[in-house]
């Protein structure tokens, strides 16, 4: 997986393995994000996102797929998590 921003600061996910790809909905993203402790608060997020009139799909489809593939997208964002402090002493 890549990740990278572009000149509009939109950021964007590539997948270098078609073979490895699931699908998640932005609440799943989300939950994800904050069980790693990326984000303080999943809620508050699609609380913001709805306030700009968007509607997100809020399906759960994360619990439908395999634990082992669970297992390694969480360690994923865990990986990716560590040694980053957003909010600097």
């Known amino acids: ?5 572009s000149a509009h600061r939109k950021s964007w996910v590539g997948i270098i393995d078609a073979q490895k790809l699931i699908l ?28 700009a ?15 082992e593939i669970r297992h390694a997208v969480r360690s994923l964002l865990e990986k990716t998590h560590r040694g980053f402090d957003p909010k600097p002493s």
Request: charged share 25%; proline share 6%; glycine share 2%.
């Open 1 to 5: 997986m890549q990740v990278a921003n």
């Open 24 to 51: 998640l909905t932005t609440w799943d993203y989300l939950n994800q994000l904050e069980e790693a402790r990326r984000i303080e608060s999943a809620n508050a997020v699609m609380e913001l996102v709805h306030k």
């Open 53 to 67: 009139g968007r509607n997100p799909p809020m399906a759960d489809l994360w619990h439908q797929h395999d634990p």
